[in-house]
């Protein structure tokens, strides 16, 4: 079975082959050379230094069918494009703040000095992705059941949804608003 480096050692092996290897430095192209000598096979002998003892568990993608995430993902984002609008249209003490919402990417900047925040949906994937300019990004996958009536967006690396994070993460920026993303729609 192929792996990362497997993959970046054939296409070596492969572009060896195609006639541009004279524009390669004189050193690089010794070692391309003995590269592309060395049969595949022998240089897939390096996935011992690669593999490791654990196995990595994949966990299932998602339980909605297509349509049913559009609709739940368009609802959750529809329902956090609605609340930051009226978030950020409250509050004077953030210049430069905008909020964008198209194609499934709302867009969340809230100045300078907190950062940008996009929240858009992954429909190959069936997940919503997060970008946080504190946290980094996440991938969330919807945990309910398969009608979609209810649910949640679930983190499952750390076991937290969305809204709990948007929660946890805005509050102190909104100081002086109590927010409550719990109320929006599929956060519990």
Known sequence: MFRGIHF?????????????????????????TKIRCTPLTALC???????????????????LDQSTYEKVCAM????????MERLVETVDY?????IGYSDGVLTVNLGPNHGVYVINRQTPNKQIWLSS??????????????????????????DETLHDLLQQELQ???????????ELPYSS
């Open 94 to 98: 953030l210049p430069g703040s905008d």
């Open 45 to 63: 002998n390096h996935d011992r230094y690669l593999s490791t003892d654990k196995s990595v568990e994949h966990i299932v993608d998602s339980v």
């Open 8 to 32: 970046r050692r054939s296409w070596r092996y492969i572009y060896i082959n195609s006639n541009n290897f004279t524009k390669l430095p004189k050193r690089s192209y010794n070692v391309y």
């Open 76 to 83: 959750t984002l529809d329902g956090l494009n609605e609340y």
């Open 133 to 158: 300019p504190f946290s980094g990004p996440k991938r969330y996958d919807f945990v309910g059941p398969k009608t979609g009536e209810k649910g949640k967006w679930l983190y499952r690396h750390d």
């Open 172 to 182: 102190p920026i909104f100081k002086d608003q109590k927010l409550d993303f719990s």
